[in-house]
């Protein structure tokens, strides 16, 4: 008799288990698509900020006020967006130029010392792949998140 409950009380075991695993597979996949929509409502709300900024640059220009974009948009995300949209590998004054083709304007008055400091650190946090230019330099590109 005591056989025969344990044997049931296995198979109780083993369905609660397989009950389990079916329903975290599930909540697996439900949580997948939804980081996958997230991450593509963030890559569509950087590109509305970045025509924004050029936008209210532009027409901050055409009025005669200055825009700085210091508080506006930080420095990080600028850097990041400029490796994004271009594609390929940018060493650090091609980063500093493609911000100024981007819009972005700052009282800094050295500039391109930022620009080394924080494509440093966003090779330490994995965002961005240093690696050799062809001319000897050092160049940066935007690792794309891994789906």
């Not at 009025?63 to 271009?86: C, P, V, W, Y």
Request: proline share 1%.
């Amino acid at each position: 008799m005591v056989s025969k409950i344990k044997g049931i009380t296995d198979a109780m075991n083993l369905q609660s288990y397989q009950s389990a695993l079916e329903g975290a597979k599930k909540e697996l996949i439900a949580a997948r698509e939804r980081r996958e929509e997230a991450i593509k409502e963030q890559e569509e709300l950087e590109q509305r900020i970045m025509e924004l900024r050029r936008t209210v640059s532009g027409l901050s220009a055409l009025l005669g006020e200055e825009f700085n974009e210091d508080d506006e948009f930080g420095l990080t995300d600028s850097i990041r967006m400029a490796l994004k949209t271009h594609g390929g590998a940018l060493n650090a004054q091609q980063v500093k130029n493609r911000l100024e083709q981007l819009g972005y304007k700052t009282e800094s008055t050295n500039l391109l010392a930022s620009v080394h400091t924080i494509l440093k650190r966003l090779v330490l946090k994995e965002e961005v792949d240093d690696t050799m230019s062809s001319e000897g330099k050092t160049a940066y590109r935007w690792i794309p998140r891994k789906k």
